[in-house]
């Protein structure tokens, strides 16, 4: 059943529902391209997300994350898996580029998650790219972004989990994976040294580390996918003490051959997976829709897509990376998932894993226990014991 009809099918809302509060307050906002800004609409959340994690243990703020919890996660053991040294209680996660500085990285279980992924952080602090940089997509659940890594930089995202409170790995729940990024004033030969100047402000903190040389929007940065460059950069990072487990970051635009490359380093230097996708600089068809905030077609404005149309690329890409690993490389899928039949589908194309946010924005936080239970569903039908049998079992959603 389509998740909008199982919405309105759904039992009367409990007072001050998650449910409720969305569907009045952002959907009008989230149906229409203009009107509040996307960015805006984002960072008014995050101050509020913001408060609520440094003030958790408040006895209203408490009551209200205990019932967000109640409402939102669901727990099933057949969703557990072992994986980066790590036991994740389900496989759905919140992708990077939310919570840029992880202001709000201790509630984020709350909201239903298997693990969150904080940044993208860089060394220094940056501005990003001028304004207006993400714009809606309504119709067709998508987004442009071309933010450019805009952030606070490594200390004061170190300050700010200090200051919440966020106990490291090992004394906690909660899987956080940090993903990283280079400067923008960083020249292309040496960030490798960027990266590691953050990885060991950061390190004690992360479950995993996620080595981000895909988005579309840092001149250059796309350039340290290529083989060479991408071993140098793994190799200062893996020499580092207590180097967390490190994955790659993809870009959907790569071709066969890049990708092979991708999966030869990725083995020879002990990667331990790849996240597949970022934001695709390819229209998907979209070349003549209109910005209106610009006026311009997609085809002749900058930055990432996102959302609903990456999806065929993205699970034609997890494929690949499952054929070619032959299964022995831990794949996490991110990219148009915002559905249980998408959900399902990149798991049984081969991820381990998968994120969500651009359909979680569309979708609100409902999408999460959506999601969880359509996967229970599917694995029940199929007959699997758990999730990880469905892994690249290329079952079909029934």
């Known amino acids: 059943m389509p998740l909008e009809k199982k919405m309105r099918t759904r039992k009367p809302y409990k007072f001050l529902s998650s449910e409720l509060l969305y569907k009045q307050l952002f959907s009008p906002v989230l149906a229409k391209d203009d009107g509040i800004d996307a960015e805006a609409l984002s960072q008014i959340t ?25 409402e939102l996660q669901r727990k099933d053991k057949r969703l557990e898996q072992e994986l980066f040294g790590c036991n994740f209680q389900n496989p759905l996660g919140l992708a990077a580029g939310f919570d840029k500085n992880g202001i709000a990285a201790s509630i984020w279980e709350y909201f239903g998650f298997g693990f969150s992924e904080i940044g993208t952080v860089t060394w220094h602090q940056q501005e990003g790219n001028p304004k207006p940089r993400l714009f809606r997509l309504s119709k067709e659940k998508a987004a442009l972004n071309r933010m450019g890594f805009n952030n606070q930089g490594a200390i004061k995202m170190r300050q700010g ?24 004033i960083t ?23 996620v080595i981000n040389v895909s988005s579309p929007n840092t001149p250059g940065l796309r350039k340290l996918q290529e083989s060479q460059k991408l ?11 207590s180097c967390p487990p490190l994955l790659v970051k993809i870009a959907p635009d ?19 997976g790849i996240i597949a996708v970022n934001t695709s600089l390819n229209r998907l068809g979209l070349e003549n829709r209109v910005i209106l905030q610009t006026g311009k077609r997609l085809s002749e404005e900058q930055g990432g897509l996102s959302g609903s149309p990456l999806c065929p690329r993205a699970v034609e890409i997890i494929r690949r ?10 794949l996490i899928g991110v990219g148009g998932i915002d559905s249980p039949q998408s959900a399902w589908e990149r798991i049984s194309a081969g991820a381990s894993l998968i994120q969500i946010y651009t359909g979680w924005i569309f979708k609100g936080p409902i999408l999460v226990p959506y999601i969880l239970e359509g996967l229970i569903k599917q694995i029940n039908a199929h007959g699997f014991r758990n999730i990880s049998e469905a892994i690249g079992s290329e079952a079909p959603w029934i």
């Open 46 to 70: 995050l101050n509020t997300l913001k408060q609520a994690s440094l003030y958790r243990n408040w006895p209203v703020i408490s009551n209200a994350l205990d019932q967000l919890a109640e």
């Open 161 to 184: 989990l200090e200051r919440q409170k966020l106990q490291p790995p090992g004394s906690r729940l909660s899987i956080i994976g940090l993903n990283l990024g280079k400067s923008k």
């Open 187 to 209: 020249p292309l030969d040496q960030a490798a040294e960027d990266y590691s100047l953050s990885l060991k402000e950061l390190s004690s903190f992360a479950n995993y580390v």
């Open 231 to 241: 071993r140098q950069l793994i190799q200062k990072l893996r020499r580092l003490p």
């Open 254 to 272: 790569l071709n066969d051959y890049e990708i092979d490359n991708i999966i030869e380093v990725a083995f020879e230097e002990g990667l331990a």
């Open 321 to 330: 990376l499952r054929k070619k690993s032959g299964g022995k490389l831990p």
